[in-house]
């Protein structure tokens, strides 16, 4: 119910009623006696039923809708009931289609996001299976440039090589025998096992269209 703002009108005993306070207020105040939080007598306005009615629906931010009915000159809301009804079926039906809108919305951000760390976290992992390969053929190019260093050394070693050079050739030697164990199946196997850079079930393959 529309609810109007007046000026109040007083009546002669509250008009009566206002001009004593007013009067015990001065005196009080010639005596050095104040008082605070004193209220007149009446109310500066009048709030009236008017008994127009109205109905309005929640703003849900639908444009286009109505969704405000009141009582006219010429019409009164008994007699909208129906057009009401219809309204509010359907704004109803527009504030669902703007939650699944919005709900289908972020269901696709979500997937976007998804993929958007999928696609990271495989760049990431080629980038550590580029390195992982580089570490091995550095191994490779070491063990073989090794070989073929010991195999032209042993060639022109002395039978029975001593001081220094017999103590370089042993530990060069065993620099091979380390770079070999590396370079076996089992070995790569197992430096592969510590950072999972092959997994049989791989989590970060793009998901199907039918698993969105």
């Not at 209220?39 to 309005?56: H, K, M, N, W």
Request: glycine share 6%; aromatic share 8%; hydrophobic share 35%.
């Amino acid at each position: 119910e529309r609810i109007e703002r007046r000026n109040y009108v007083p009546t002669m005993e509250e008009l009566a009623l206002e001009e004593r306070r007013r009067k015990k207020q001065e005196r009080d105040a010639r005596l050095g006696i104040w008082s605070f939080g004193q209220e007149r007598a009446y109310p500066d306005f009048d709030f009236v039923r008017t008994g127009e009615l109205s109905i309005q629906i929640k703003d849900e931010y639908v444009g286009g809708l109505r969704r405000n009915w009141n009582d006219g000159k010429r019409q009164k809301i008994e007699s909208l009931v129906d057009d009401i009804a219809g309204g509010i079926a359907t704004y109803l039906a527009a504030v669902k289609a703007k939650r699944e809108e919005r709900e289908r919305w972020h269901r696709d951000w979500e997937r976007r996001q998804r993929l958007s760390a999928l696609a990271r976290a495989r760049e990431e992992r080629e980038t550590l299976r580029s390195e992982f390969l580089k570490r091995f053929v550095a191994i490779s190019t070491e063990a073989d440039e090794i070989t073929s260093f010991l195999a032209r050394l042993r060639d022109r070693l002395p039978a029975h090589p001593s001081g220094d050079l017999a103590r370089m050739l042993e530990w060069t030697e065993a620099r091979l025998l380390q770079l070999e164990g590396d370079l076996t199946p089992d070995g790569i196997a197992s430096a592969l096992c510590e950072q999972e850079l092959f997994p049989d079930v791989d989590h970060l393959s793009p998901p199907d269209v039918d698993e969105e």
